[in-house]
């Protein structure tokens, strides 16, 4: 089955802990990217990759890391959660760019406290 | 910037009514038009998209068009369920080669809650 897997899927922090949140696509796709959902602020996009190697930031990446060292792999860093970092965050792959149909995870929900 | 405006909700209706979301957007260039929907607990799912002017999306009873010379993409259905009860996004994407590089622009979302 196509998908796009994230984990974990619920996590409790504390301030300043390091934390990795994995994604996973099993689709072959090139462009990954991360969102973030905050209420009343819809989805922003945090960090994104267009290949293996190859990221850049998104409107919101201050406070977070990636990498991308394979392709269906787009792993997302909090080297010192705070807690305005508190949030719901997605994971999205497309086969490339510009008005290609992006396929989400199903979402981490981090509380950091 | 490109920006996406989506009316505000949460919108309530009863089974069976017309539903309208109204989406508007500013752009530089010629964006791809998406609108995703969010079931609860789940996550974004593709509903429709048109990537050119005139087009019209269609999926699931619900229909959007997207309009250049008003910059809107609103989202209709004829006659709502209540398992059409999630949040919907209306959302943004420019061409390869445009200066927002493959990402989505998302509106704000609007909760639709339909009763029996």
């Known amino acids: 089955e196509a998908q796009v897997t994230q984990n974990p899927r619920y996590l409790i922090t504390v301030t300043g802990k390091k934390l990795t949140v994995t994604c996973s696509q099993n689709m072959n796709h090139e462009y990954m990217s991360w969102y973030r959902q905050d209420p009343g602020l819809g989805l922003r996009q945090i960090y994104y990759s267009m290949n293996v190697e190859v990221t850049d930031k998104g409107d919101v990446p201050e406070g977070y890391k990636v990498s991308r060292k394979e392709k269906r792999n787009f792993p997302l860093i909090l080297e010192s959660p705070s807690p305005n970092q508190t949030s719901l965050y997605f994971c999205?792959?497309?086969?490339?760019?510009?008005?290609?149909?992006?396929?989400f995870g199903p979402g981490t929900r981090l509380l950091v406290l | 910037g490109n920006s996406v405006t989506q009316m505000e909700g949460p919108v309530t209706l009863s089974e069976e009514a017309f539903l309208t979301i109204n989406c508007t957007y500013t752009a530089t260039g010629y964006p791809s038009l998406f609108w995703y929907v969010q079931y609860p607990g789940e996550g974004l799912q593709l509903l429709l998209k048109a990537t050119k002017a005139d087009d019209k999306g269609s999926n699931k009873g619900f229909e959007a068009t997207y309009r250049k010379e008003t910059t809107s993409f609103h989202l209709e259905k004829g006659s709502v369920q209540v398992s059409d009860s999630a949040v919907y996004f209306c959302a943004l994407s420019m061409y390869a080669g445009g200066t927002s590089y493959g990402k989505l622009t998302f509106g704000q979302g609007t909760i639709l809650t339909v009763h029996p």
């Open positions: 999205a792959s497309s086969p490339g760019t510009g008005g290609q149909t992006q396929y």
